[in-house]
């Protein structure tokens, strides 16, 4: 696709709140075929072509460099790069989709705590049962760099593809890890957070690809958002993103 | 003259090649040390969804091979190109040459320690003479944590965690006396049974789980989950505080020292503390002399006990040389190896590898 391309969301809580957002700004999306179709355009903005994705293919497509900018959950951003500090630049948090990416484990487990459980378990889970604690998970990025991080080595993950948190009542996993905002869908699946076990606190992001072209008119079009959503933000913003752009190779 | 290729020096003392495969399972390495490097591995996929990767170093594949052979000594030699995702640079350090060594199933460990270093610094030739030498002894850490009055779960603690720098600086405040506390229902609990005797402890803690209506889901069974949570009762009541002993582990592991110094420093640091670790530290004293002996310009090497602990599999001697080209050659003894990949019993093993590329840009940018 040639020119400005811009991602929102196509379905749910985060499209009517994006849209709701650029509404506001006097951006308001025409969504192509009566509200249905997956294209779109802006009054205000001629030369934008909008795309309507689903949220990991947002993040996909900026990790890609296939789209310029796109309004999509952190979570599913950091997922999708991965080297995401050259990938994907997170211009402006926008105060919805809240979601945290948590660790969750079993209530009956009532000796763990804490990471540091955790990771005592890991270990005589596997003296014991000879084989890994499974942890099931559409983050499995997000997780073994969590997992590095704080010095957890004995699991395997288990690629989630549907409803993660039934995966340790059908017996396909151990633990979870997934999004939770109220914990309510947790609890009635039997499972519980731990201390420490929050990988991420998610919020929906303008997010822009760092593997993207990016000419003149694009930063324009960049700039003409940044500054519709915030009156004079845009400046100092495509100052920094255009000096990261500089230090992360295509 | 050009200096002998390794392949003649190792043929030399008596090694036998070995070819093992460039490709190999992804799992046996992520097992090692757990998914934490899976980000310098080089991974392929085969249609079925096998994990394969390119190998990243040459111990675990010949000992993978020495054990489908029924092998259980060998003297072998390797040489071939290792895969590691390089950090960014753009001189193709993905894939690098290295040859080396590994003794395995070996009777006499001094002998074969000191071999090992011997036959690297052969290799290394000249480029020893700006080199920068590091020796370590992985098994003083364990002789360490016999002699300190922990009970045995925290010892393991230790023990498996020693190579993760991070997690055991955590494990060492908890010993410290940082125990952290438990809110909730949990914490009732603890309360509760903290004055019972340890078969009503453990009713009480079953009946909790079955008559409470919480689910057993996930692998867990209720008999291990009340084991543990009796231990951490017993870690809670227990004065678990011994910053003596913290002390006393941090300090040995700061240590460093010139290897003809070492043994004092270590007897010094013993009596200090209180720590019963002379035959330890006679070992260290004897294969010093013999490395020396070997090389008198060796006693100045730096001895650090805490040296090499980041490589999971090590567990005694460690050894390193540093050039200007970056490190030359390296190894170590790691003795629970074999049998964590799959042999019939313990076999002990030590082994040492070289870059020669390095070693050759180190020699030649020598005057």
Redesign the interface.
Known sequence: MTGFVFALPSKGRLQDAAFALLDKAELAVDRSKGGRGYTGTIAALPDVNVLLLSASEIAAGLAAGELHLGITGEDVAREAAVDFDHSVALLRALGFGWADVVIA???????V??L??L???S???LA??KRR??VATKYANLA?QF??E??????R?VHSLGATEAA??S?A???VIDITSSGATLAAN?LKTI?GGTILKSEAQLAASLKATWGANDLGQLAAILNALEPGSAESTIKDFTARLKVSPL | MAEPSCGDVFERAGFERCQPAILQPADIFLDRSGDAIRRRLFTVSDAMGGEYCLRPEFTIPVCRDLISAGSEAARVWYEGPIFRLGRGTANGTNEMLQAGIEIVGGQDALADDVETFALMRTCCGSAMNAATVTFGDLGLFDAVLEAVDLPAHWRGRLRKHFWHADVFALLLRRIGGEVPSVSGEAGQLLGFIRHLGRDAAKAAVHDMLTSSGIKPIGGRTIEEITARFLEKAEDAASDLATPEIVTAIETFLALKAPLDRAPDVLAALAKTHGLALDPAIDAVAKRGDALIMLDAALGAATFAPAFGREIEYYTGFVFEVQGQAGKLAGGGRYDGLMEALGARQAISAVGGAVWPARVQATGSARP
């Open positions: 484990v079993p209530e009956s487990w009532i000796d705590w804490n540091a459980d990771r005592d378990v270990l005589d889970f014991r049962h604690l499974r073994h997992f590095t704080h010095g957890l080595s004995e699991y993950i340790p009542s017996g996993a151990d633990l039997d201390e």
